[in-house]
């Protein structure tokens, strides 16, 4: 991706650096930070809360202790590309919801952080992976998490595999701002597991056709391999990549998030169509 010299978003809160971490106040009882979904990277994150990504035990309360640490020139050179990636998607889909009046396009926060982090949804650590938080309108990303994506589990890496995280989920603040998160988050409270799963993965496959329209609107920054790049990091993070990796068989009615094959397709076609109207993925997943 073309990204140097360009443009950054000013929406940015670097916390990184900043080694907050959980601690129990003085002679309180200890707080046991609980990583339910520890492998389900972007688990999670569709609803109203944090709470089935990190859940903490016990009633003691933390306390931030701060440390401050100056980042390394690579991290430096990170919080630019973030920046410049955020301002993409500040142009992008300002124009998608001037073109097909959606009204004013709303721009989300990004913070960036590592270690613990407390959140409008709760609180978080780096375990979480990147998510975005409806209650607040930011995006969290935790950064370490792109050398998990390769080095765990197996996608290509480079610059482009971090937009498409990043496009993906502005993707959800898009449907927050559309009111299909909301939407979803009410018919789930009414229905079964198994359909409440359904309509995740639905959620969560417009989100990647979202990151698609983004890379469709932005293909003047991309270079050759960018999107094989994006296709590498959704078919790693497929329901069905995840489950045969961390318990090595497959089961379809608890994915929430869509398999490999169908995460590539959906962002495939926001990409190639440009159409915002195109990403009725629940009309396909539903049936
Ligand atoms: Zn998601």
């Known amino acids: 991706m073309k990204w140097q010299g360009r443009r950054q978003s000013s929406n940015v809160e670097d916390r990184r650096g900043q080694g907050s971490r959980g601690k129990a106040v003085t002679g309180g009882s200890i707080v046991v930070v609980l990583i339910v979904l520890a492998l389900n990277f972007f688990g999670g994150e569709t609803g109203q809360q944090l709470a089935p990504i990190v859940e903490q035990i016990g009633n003691s309360q933390t306390m931030q202790q701060?440390?401050?640490?100056?980042?390394?020139?690579?991290?430096?050179?990170?919080g630019v590309f973030m920046a410049t990636v955020l301002g993409d998607t500040e142009d992008v889909w300002s124009q998608v919801f001037r073109e097909n009046n959606l009204g004013e396009y709303k721009y989300p926060k990004m913070v960036l952080f590592s270690n613990f982090l407390t959140t409008g949804c709760g609180n978080a650590t780096a375990d979480a992976g990147p998510f975005?938080?409806?209650?607040?309108?930011?995006?969290?990303?935790?950064?370490?998490?792109?050398?998990?994506?390769?080095?765990?589990?197996?996608?290509k890496g480079g610059d482009f595999a971090i937009a498409y995280v990043t496009a993906h989920e502005i993707g959800h603040h898009i449907q927050t701002l559309l009111g299909t998160s909301q939407k979803v988050t009410q018919l789930q409270r009414q229905t079964n597991k198994i359909e409440a799963n359904k309509l995740s993965v639905a959620l969560e496959l417009q989100a990647d056709f979202y990151a698609g329209i983004f890379a469709h609107y932005d293909q003047k920054y991309l270079e050759e391999g960018d999107i094989e790049e994006a296709l590498s990091a959704a078919k790693a993070v497929g329901d069905d990549a995840i489950q045969r990796r961390?318990?090595?068989?497959?089961?379809p009615d608890s994915f929430t998030h869509g398999t490999s094959e169908e995460r590539m397709?959906?962002?495939?076609?926001?990409?190639?169509?440009?159409?915002?109207?195109?990403?009725?993925?629940f009309s396909e997943i539903l049936n």
Do not use: S
């Open 265 to 281: 397709k959906w962002f495939m076609k926001g990409f190639k169509t440009g159409d915002i109207r195109q990403g009725d993925t």
């Open 132 to 155: 975005y938080c409806p209650a607040d309108h930011k995006l969290y990303m935790d950064l370490e998490f792109f050398n998990e994506l390769k080095n765990r589990f197996g996608a």
């Open 66 to 78: 701060t440390e401050q640490r100056e980042l390394t020139p690579r991290e430096k050179e990170m």
């Open 246 to 251: 961390t318990q090595g068989n497959v089961i």
